[in-house]
């Protein structure tokens, strides 16, 4: 069983629509998560990071993390071209970031 | 403020040979990683280290070895490079809150 899984995708919404991404972990004692943006060919870049249950708003972002449930999701509210991308999500347990391996978004205009 | 510097960008090598990826933080991070991302795998951590002097194995760490040199550096060396370790390597340190990522190497073993 791997550590972080995610949908591969690709996940296609249309411009305007929520697009909603989801990542389950298998280490019960996984401390904080993080959700990542990765363009074609650049680094990826932090949109979120979450360590309690609920949600955590920044700005069109919504992270979701249920513990019980061992899952971490990221909403993304009117959604733009401009946010197709793959978004990683990230497990921290301890001193160990295990990624899992993405999920393609694409927005169609 | 740099962040994390890798050198270099771009390497082609053969098999066989042996070379070391560098990379560098200026932002006086402890925890420091190496990930290792192949089409359809994300991000695969390699080797990462805590802090300085200690280092621990990842997801997939076989035909590798790294160096804590200081604080600042952290080094991810191939011995014996095989077709198989042609993949995008990325360095990154962090904080409790974010991981700051390098701009990557991308190296070819042909």
């Known amino acids: 069983q791997k550590e972080v899984e995610q949908n591969s995708g690709p996940l296609s919404v249309p411009e305007g629509a929520i697009a909603s991404l989801n990542c389950t972990y298998s280490?019960?004692?996984?401390?904080?998560f993080f959700w990542y943006r990765q363009y074609s060919g650049k680094s990826p870049e932090l949109i979120m990071f979450?360590?309690?249950?609920g949600d955590k708003e920044d700005g069109r972002f919504t992270a979701q993390l249920n513990k019980a449930s061992q899952y971490v999701s990221l909403l993304i509210r009117d959604s733009q071209p401009s946010d197709s991308a793959t978004y990683l999500c990230a497990v921290n347990n301890g001193n160990k970031l295990v990624f899992g391996a993405g999920t393609i978004l694409r927005v169609k205009s | 403020n740099a962040g994390v510097t890798q050198t270099p960008k771009f390497q082609v090598l053969k098999t066989g040979q042996s070379m070391t990826l560098q990379c560098a933080q200026d932002m006086n991070h402890n925890s420091m990683y190496w990930y290792r991302q192949d089409p359809g795998m994300g991000l695969r951590l390699i080797y990462y280290s805590a802090s300085e002097g200690t280092t621990d194995k990842g997801e997939v760490p076989n035909g590798y070895n790294v160096s804590r040199l200081n604080k600042r550096e952290f080094s991810l060396r191939l011995e014996s490079a095989a077709p198989s370790q042609t993949s995008v390597y990325f360095c990154a340190s962090r904080t409790y809150t974010e991981a700051f990522f390098g701009q990557g190497t991308r190296l070819t073993v042909v």
């Open positions: 979450i360590y309690s249950n």
């Open positions: 280490d019960r004692g996984s401390q904080s």
